[in-house]
Every structure is written in C-alpha cells, then in structure tokens.
C-alpha cells in the first residue's frame, strides 16, 4: 500500500523537516500517487513543471482510456507521461532510501511494488572557478568542484575519446559516496586499472572523506612521506595522463582527483610545460629540479659547511660569514631550526588568517621575524637569506604534496648535518635514494624511468622535447597502445 | 610487454653494467695511481693497467660466462652441479667470507677516509656505524632496487670524476710524463698485479646474473662493464702522474682525492674541492658495500633456504661491523686489504676459471 511505504520511509528517516512527502489522485482516475525527495537535493522546477504538471493537468493523454492495473500505469508513465529523461523503475525499499537521499525522487503508485525513480539532482554548487592551488599563467582557466557529476563533465569536455571508461562505485558504509575510475581503454593497462579497482574495493569505512583519505587507503606504501598519487584540482592536468595511461580516480565531494601510479618525475611536471615553448619548458623543469634540491638541502649545507667544513667556504665568504655571525648566541644547527621552524609556523598560520588580517602576517613575519631577528642578534642575516630561499623554493614546485615531502625531509637533512656534517648529509641523500628505489606507486617503481631505465621515455622527463617528436606515450607505463600518432 | 616486467624482480643488461662499473670503481680509484706509480717508473704504469685491464675483463668474461650457462640457478646450485654439493658448499662459504670481509673493509675504508678529510673529532666507531646502519637499510629493502641504486648512484659519479679530470687540464705538466717506456717487464708486471687487486670486484657477476631476465646477454654487459673503469683508470693514473709527478704520487695515500684538491673552480664556488669529491665517492662506494653485504645474504639463503632474510641482516651486520673494527690501524687495515686482494684472486679468478674448465669439459649445462 502507498500509505505503508511512505510511512515506512517517514519512520526510517524520523520524519526530517526536509523530507518531502506529497500523495495525490493522477488526473481524474482513481490511481492515488506519492512523491518522496529531500527538499534541499533536488530541482524544484523540474518537480514542479515536469513532473506535478505532468501528472495532475495532462491524464489521461488524448482522451485514451486510463488503464485498470497499476502495472500498467506504471508503464504508461514511463513510456508517454514523464517528460524526464532519466528514469528508471527499481523495487526494493533499499534502493528507493538511497536513490532519495542521493537527491532523486521516488515516485510511487498506490497498488503496485513497482517505484519510479526520477533523476532530479539539483542542489546549489560552486561554480567553476581557478584552481586555486594550481595556479597557471597560460592555460585553461577551469577547476574542478566539489560535484563529481561536473567533473566528469570536465574531463569528458577534454576527452571525446568513445574509449574513456568511467567505472562509478560507492564506498563507504554509511557515507555512500560517489566515487568514479576513469581510464581509457585500449590505452591504459588493464593490470593497473584492475588493481587499482581491487584497491578501491578494499576501502572499508563509514565515509571517506575525501581524495586524501582514499590516497592513504590505497597507496602502496603508507609509511612513505612521498606522494604515490598526484592529486589535482586541474582537468588539464587529468586528461593528458589518462593519455598517458595513467587512471584517474574521483570522489564526489572533493574537487581533488587522483593520478595514479606516478613517479618522482611527475611531480616536476606542470601543464604548462606543454604550452610554451619546449626550450622553456625544459629549462623551467630542470630549475624546478634545482628549487626541489635547494629546498631540501641547503639549510643542511650551511650547518654542515658552518659547523664542520669551514675549510670548504672560499675564504672571503667564509669571513663574511663569520663576521655576519659574530654575537649570535647559538650554534648554526639552533639558529637554523629556530628560523625554520618559525618560517613552518608563519606558513601555517598564513594558511588559517583571514583575508583582510592576511598583511598583518607579511608584516610581522617578513619584518619582525627577518629584521628584527637579526638586530637582536639571535640569528644572522646570511641564515635569513637561506631560509627565505627554501621558503621561496619550495612554492616554485608545480605540486603542493610533493613540496610538502620536501618539507618533512629537509628537518631529517638538518638534523644529519648537525651530527655528521656533509658525511651526514650524503647518507640522507642515499637513503632517500634506496627509498625511492624501493617505493612503487601501483607497481611501477617510482624511480622509473631512471633506475630501472628508459632512455625512449626521457623525451619527456625533466627535459620536454618538441611536441611532435613526443609520438609515443611512456613506455613506463606499459600502455597498450604505444603510438600518439596515427601514421607508422 | 604485457606484464610488469620491472616491478618483478628481474634486471637487464644495463643494471648488470652499471653493477659492475660501479663495483670496480668504488675499491680501487682511490688508491690506484700510487699503488701502480709506486711499482712501476715514470708514466709506463699505463702499460701495466692496460695489461691488467685485459685480464680482468677476460676473467669478469669466464665468470659471465659460467653464470648464464646456466640460466636461474644461484651460485650453489650450479657449482653443485658442476662440481659436486660439498665442494659447492665450501666455494659458497669461500665466497661468503670473502664478501662479508670485503663488506667490512669498505666499511672501515669509508670511516677512515672520512676522519681524514671530512672530520676531525667523531670516532671511526661510530662513522662506521652510521655507514652500516645505511647499508642495512639497503640490504633490507629487495634486491633489485639495490642494484638499480648503481643507476642512480654512478652516473653521478663518473660525471663528477670526468669533470675533476677535465678541471685538473691546467694542471698538466706533461714533462711528468717523460721519459716512457723505461720501465723493465718485471715492474710492469708488478704493477699489472697492483692494478688487478683495483680492478676486482667484477666477481659480482657470478651471483647476480641469477636475477637477469636475459642471461644469454650478460657476458657483452659485463666486459662493457669493465671497460669503463679499465679506460677511466688509465685517465685517472696519466692525469694523476702529470699533475705529480711519480716521486710526489707515491707519498700521498689518496692520490685521487688529492688532485681534487689542487683544483680550484672558476669563480671560487667552492674551496676543498676534495671534501666534495668524496663525499660524492661515498655514493659509489656506499654501492660497493651494499652488494657485498648482499652477495653475503645470499649465500647464505642459498645454504639455508628457509631463512629470512632479516634474520640474516640481523646477524651477520654486527659480524661485519665487528671484523671492521678489528684492525687497529692503518697498517693493519692495509695488511687486510691486502689478504682481501689475494682472497679476491681466488674468488674472481681461479675459481670462475676452474669452474668453468670443468664444466665444459663435463659438458654440464643449465636449461632454459
């Protein structure tokens, strides 16, 4: 009975205030109809004028007799009535809950197990907007949001390839939430996407709360500081490694998506390096590369040049140097955590002002901390300059993950140097590198495509070739179609 | 192409080159001009490299040779074969205290190098320790990745000797050279011999073209493995004798690492160019060590198979350590080496060759 399953519905829900329940008689038959939706997921309008209207004002159609069963009611909506497009009939009281509070509405007729559901998804959104994380100067201006359904839309908008796979799944046991594997097929080995489909699988949780948790959930190794996908707020980001071979994951309610599997090199790599000229780009890459080095090491240089291997200064900076440090109170190693810890701290609380208090923290970070600190004699201007460079160099790599790894290590750098000097400074740098040796991103090791090696792929690595010698797609990614090009 | 080839523990040719290059280079380079300058008279000790270059490549080819004839057997296996288990068994033990002693000297070389040119105060103790501590990281994680570290590790290296060389051009005087060919055939020889104990290393090929996905290639990658330092040592040892002289080479321990420091850089960058140069050097011989502690472990998983390999790291790293802190001093640091040296001829080259003699003289041959 219809009065029952609305009940139920209003019992299972507790009768929220934004439940919408609404019975009525179609036209001017006998058939009692009920309508259930939450009020704030869905598109009045379409309610309104595609649905009530149709219902109430144009039944029975050309005067045509009105059918008995409300079996055959059901049929006649769906087949004459409903100017909808997306409608589908379900049967169980599980898939009326979630298909309502996903935002659609269940339409019911007295009589009949037979609901249908109405595709009525209209809730208030972001609209586009740049990315404000991945911030371009030549290059699409549009982001993603935090409705998947727009995603999707922008990565189709780039990609009119038939061959684009978008596998929809749910995860969470009570959050249900929309999560979307896209690859291309033919493109991208099935290996990958099947694992990484076996991985999203394993998710088991309540919610997840967003890409970060799923990143967590399904990277290879959790105890590394690197990150072994990349996310991005940029659909100019996503299709061309979907070119790639790369998978694509997107979760509703974060305008994040993830990349995986990448390697170190993926993250010195921005769009943009494929709008300007190749020259540039290359130079610009390899700059990123040295920004990454300098951010990581060169506080650790200084306490190790500082503090052991005065010797290897040239001499007229070592007196500098030393001049510039004399009544500074504490070792090289304190007086580089002190200021570096503050830089960490001013970026963090930089992060939570508010705007228009956001000049207070230039005022005070840059002059008090920098000027004043060097007046007062508790730290040397030569330690600012370094640890306004690493500050500087670190917000010059194009990913936000990846500076914040840089970030984690430089602290273990700093502290290696402050025992061993540059001794400790290159058993750092060796253990970085037998990490990175070690560490895979969905399989693929992420020190490819240097060790283990692929000469055909440096094409596009840290230095970027002409366009159109770039014809084939990373034989890294052991894609199933190799060729860019259509000739060959 | 169709399954992850590389994420499954298998190396290629050019893992195994970079392998091998590194291996040589990160023992020898160092000492190498004095040991040779101190044998033979002027310049000729080229003629003596050259020499011992051309055998150690021939011996680096037997042993290549012995491993890929027979294709995913260890070490064990296939001396069991040709030469029945037991003397399997003492071969694998020979060559599993020779690497464990290798691994320690590398160790206790880089501490004492260290002290010398980097730090004056922190003990040798606990240089080493830190150095072993990394090596254990290494050797902890799987074994392909440590042999792909060579890829990473030497090129760095070999750009920065090349660029020392090229830097110390100025500092030719080619009279140094002069006069040549005045050394009589017993100082060649000597010096031939000093130079194939800085030219072992290539040894390593026996155990790890186990790990080749094709074995069939590894005897051309090990001899182009080997070229690399025999070439490069030849620079090292002319560029070193012009820039010294012989009578100045022999009395400095590092020759190598001294001529780094006769550099000085345009633009006056850096000072003590030789603090770099090895700090630079400790990647490469960081590699050494690591495969030598590796090759260690897998003797003894060959021996017994049902031990893990963290067991192993977990007692035979104090064991290393202990045998690195064993010598005293220099000179008893460089009688161990020099035991090493005739530990490393067995080991690399009358073993490989009687193997492989004997093999083909059975007609023993692995499948596949």
Same mark, same amino acid.
């Given at each position: %009975?219809?009065?029952? /399953? ?97 935002? /659609? ?23 586009? =907007? ?38 929809? %799944? ?44 799923? &990143? ?76 990454? *080095? ?31 440090? =004399?009544?500074?109170? !504490? ?16 970026? &963090? ?140 | ?16 080159? *970079? ?76 060559? !599993?205290?020779? #690497? ?20 004056? &105060? ?8 830190? #150095? ?79 790990? %080749? ?55 006056? #960058?850096?000072?003590?160019? =030789?603090?770099? !140069? ?14 030598? !502690? ?38 008893? *640091? ?35």
């Amino acid at each position: %009975m219809l009065t029952d /399953n609305l009940q139920s519905i209003q019992q299972l829900l507790d009768s929220p205030s934004d439940l919408l329940t609404r019975t009525f008689k179609v036209g001017s038959t006998h058939h009692l109809c009920g309508i259930v939706c939450i009020k704030g997921l869905v598109d009045k309008n379409l309610l309104n004028d595609q649905l009530l209207k149709n219902l109430l004002l144009n039944l029975p159609p050309d005067n045509r007799q009105m059918p008995k069963s409300p079996e055959d009611m059901v049929s006649l909506l769906l087949a004459e009535i409903l100017t909808i497009a997306s409608v589908e009939k379900v049967s169980t009281m599980d898939e009326v809950m979630l298909a309502v509070l996903d935002g /659609n509405t269940a339409l019911f007729v007295d009589g009949t197990d037979q609901v249908i559901i109405i595709s009525s998804k209209g809730w208030e959104s972001r609209a586009i =907007e740049e990315p404000q994380s991945e911030a371009l100067i030549r290059g699409p201006r549009d982001g993603f949001t935090e409705d998947i359904r727009t995603n999707i839309a922008r990565i189709r908008r780039r990609l009119r390839d038939p061959n684009l796979r978008l596998y929809a %799944m749910r995860i969470g046991q009570r959050g249900k939430r929309d999560v979307v594997v896209a690859y291309i097929e033919g493109v991208t080995n099935p290996d990958i996407v099947k694992e990484v489909k076996r991985r999203l699988e394993t998710v088991d949780m309540d919610d997840v709360e967003g890409s970060g948790f799923i &990143e967590e959930w399904i990277a290879d190794s959790f105890l590394s500081p690197f990150p072994q996908s990349l996310s991005t707020e940029r659909p100019d980001r996503v299709s061309p490694s979907l070119l790639q071979g790369k998978v694509a994951i997107l979760v509703d309610g974060d305008p994040f998506c993830l990349v995986t599997p990448i390697t170190l090199v993926t993250s010195f790599q921005s769009p943009e390096d494929y709008s300007s000229n190749w020259i540039v780009s290359s130079l610009t890459r390899t700059l990123r590369l040295i920004a990454a *080095f300098i951010a990581t090491f060169l506080p650790a240089l200084y306490i190790a040049l500082v503090e052991y291997h005065h010797g290897m200064i040239p001499s007229k900076l070592a007196f500098s140097i030393a001049g510039t440090r =004399e009544g500074v109170p !504490f070792p090289a190693v304190i007086e580089a955590l002190i200021m570096e810890a503050t830089l960490e701290i001013l970026r &963090e609380a930089g992060i939570r002002l508010p705007k228009p208090i956001g000049q207070t923290i230039g005022i005070v970070g840059g002059l008090v901390i920098g000027e004043a600190a060097v007046a007062a004699g508790i730290v040397s201007p030569i330690m600012v300059i370094i640890v306004s460079l690493t500050a500087i160099t670190s917000f010059a790599l194009p990913t936000y993950t990846f500076a914040m790894t840089l970030r984690v290590i430089r602290f273990g750098v700093m502290m290696a140097a402050a025992f061993f000097g540059l001794y400790g400074v290159i058993l750092v740098y060796i253990m970085i590198n037998i990490h990175i040796v070690n560490l895979k991103s969905f399989g693929i090791p992420y020190s490819t495509p240097f060790a283990p090696n692929f000469p055909r792929d440096w094409k596009d690595v840290i230095l970027r070739a002409p366009i159109t010698m770039l014809d084939q797609r990373p034989q890294m990614m052991q894609t199933d179609d190799e060729n860019r090009q259509t000739n060959e | 192409m169709r399954s992850f080839e590389y994420g499954d523990g298998e190396i290629d040719s050019k893992e195994m080159m *970079f392998a091998i290059s590194s291996m040589v280079i990160g023992a020898g380079v160092l000492t190498l001009p004095r040991l040779v300058a101190d044998a033979t008279e002027s310049s000729d000790g080229w003629v003596s490299i050259l020499i011992a270059g051309a055998l150690a490549i021939l011996l680096a080819w037997v042993g290549a040779k012995l491993a890929s004839r027979f294709p995913k057997m260890n070490f064990f296996t296939y001396t069991g074969l040709i030469a029945t288990k037991p003397v399997a068994m003492i071969l694998t033990w020979i060559v !599993f205290g020779y #690497f464990l002693v290798f691994s320690a000297y590398i160790t206790r070389g880089i501490s004492l190098i260290a002290k010398q040119y980097l730090f004056d &105060e922190t003990p040798v103790e606990v240089i080493a320790l830190t #150095f072993m501590l990394i090596i254990i990281y290494a050797v902890a994680g799987s074994r392909v990745s440590l042999l792909r570290l060579n890829l990473l590790f030497f090129p760095i290296v070999l750009a920065f000797i090349i660029l020392l060389l090229s830097f110390s051009a100025g500092l030719i005087e080619l009279d140094n050279l002069k006069p040549i060919f005045v050394t009589n055939w017993s100082g060649i020889m000597k010096g031939a011999r000093e130079t194939i104990f800085s030219l072992l290393g290539f040894e390593i090929a026996m155990f790890y073209i186990f790990y %080749m996905n094709r074995p069939q290639k590894a005897p051309k990658a090990v001899v182009i493995g080997m070229l690399l330092p025999v070439v490069l040592y030849v620079f090292v040892y002319l560029i070193v004798i012009s820039v010294f002289s012989v009578e100045a080479t022999i009395q400095v321990m590092f020759p190598t690492i001294e001529l780094a420091k006769e550099i000085e850089l345009p633009g006056e #960058f850096f000072e003590r160019l =030789e603090s770099l !140069f090895f700090v630079i050097w400790i990647m490469t011989i960081f590699n050494t060590g690591s495969m030598a !502690f590796d090759i260690c472990i897998m003797q003894v998983n060959s021996i017994f198979k049902n031990t893990k390999k963290t067991t192993c790291i977990w007692v035979l790293s104090p064991l290393i350590y202990v045998v690195a802190m064993i010598p005293q001093d220099m000179i008893e *640091f460089a009688i161990l080496g020099e035991y090493l040296s005739y530990a490393g001829l067995v080991v690399a080259g009358v073993m490989p060759c009687s193997l492989f003699i004997t093999a083909m003289i059975r007609g023993v041959k692995g499948h596949g």
